[in-house]
């Protein structure tokens, strides 16, 4: 397992529960690292004792990132340094851009050794498109700033990935369902551990399900595309409107016919506004 490694920056993807996922060339890398910036020294220690070395390791994590890069920027002049964070892949949905960022603006050769992450581990067992798909980390926990943010992931016509915790998951869950409509899904939870498991169906069902029973463990949410009736364009919208709206109140036709044809409530909500004040 000797090996001399060239100066640079490598960014070393680590299991994300199950330690045999560690690749032989990533451990190779993290044996013989002059340095290991690590996310929690105490995480990457329990790694290397799996491999059964020990390297001298370094913090990288938020407070402490923007005063100790440029000193980790120098070092990968001159020893090579790996990057690792506590699981998975560095970077995503972890520090670690601006460390690569500088490190070539500085010239400094960067690699990566490629594994684990999450999001595509969690894309895998949904069952659901991956031909298109993006990834939105980890939503505010503040329920406007989260409404806002699924808004936005609202337009995107693939699959969407979220990371999230147990506390929070059914309450995210239904504010999915609300700015998204009632689209397939799955929560993929504990993924290379004991009790992984992957929960499929629609954001309503999903959110009845864990509403009064959050999960323990580590969690990924992955919502499917838009339901063809959401780009089928406004004029079913406004037709399926227009009756619910001669018989019911905006907020209720909205609810109504955004459940029908699977689209987000706040979208309907606010055609149903300018369809009844007369500005469609
Ligand atoms: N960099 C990591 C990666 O590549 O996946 C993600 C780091 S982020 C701080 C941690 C989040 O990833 C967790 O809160 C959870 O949402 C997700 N996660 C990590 N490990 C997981 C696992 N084994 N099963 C399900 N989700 C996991």
């Known amino acids: 397992m000797n090996e001399t490694l060239d100066p640079g920056l490598y960014i070393v993807a680590t299991p994300i529960g199950n330690l045999s996922d560690l690749g032989p060339r990533a451990a190779s890398v993290l044996a013989n690292a002059d340095l290991i910036a690590a996310e929690d020294s105490r995480v990457t220690a ?3 004792r799996h491999i059964g070395v020990k390297r001298p390791m370094t913090p990288y994590h938020d407070h402490v990132a923007d005063r100790v890069r440029p000193g980790l920027i120098e070092q990968m002049r001159t020893r090579s340094v790996a990057l690792v964070s506590d699981a998975g892949t560095p970077l995503i949905s972890d520090p670690g ?9 500085a010239g400094i050769k ?6 684990p992450s999450a999001a595509v581990a969690a894309l895998t067992l949904a069952g659901l ?6 990834f939105f980390g980890f939503l505010p926990s503040k329920a ?3 409404a806002a943010a699924i808004a936005e992931a609202a337009g995107f016509p693939g699959t969407l990935v979220f990371y999230e915790s147990g506390p929070r998951l059914g309450a995210a869950l239904a504010a999915l369902g609300d700015g998204l409509g009632n689209r397939e899904a ?3 939870r504990e993924i290379s551990k004991m009790f992984e498991e992957t929960v499929t169906g629609t954001l309503a069902e999903l959110a009845a399900r864990y509403a ?5 463990g580590e969690i990924v949410i992955v919502v499917g595309p838009p339901s063809a009736p959401e780009t089928a364009g406004e004029a079913e919208l406004d037709a399926a409107l227009g009756e619910a709206l001669s018989r019911l109140s905006p907020s209720r036709a909205a609810a109504d016919v955004a459940a029908r044809l699977g689209l987000p409530k ?6 149903a506004q300018r369809l009844k004040g007369g500005q469609a």
């Open 129 to 134: 498109p991956t031909d298109r798909f993006a």
């Open 110 to 115: 960067v690699t990566t050794i490629p594994g």
């Open 266 to 271: 706040r979208l309907v909500y606010e055609r």
């Open 97 to 105: 851009y601006k460390l690569v960022r500088d490190a070539h603006a």
């Open 186 to 188: 799955a929560v993929v």
């Open 144 to 146: 406007s700033a989260r």
């Open 46 to 48: 329990r790694l290397l």
């Open 212 to 216: 009064d029973a959050p999960p323990k």
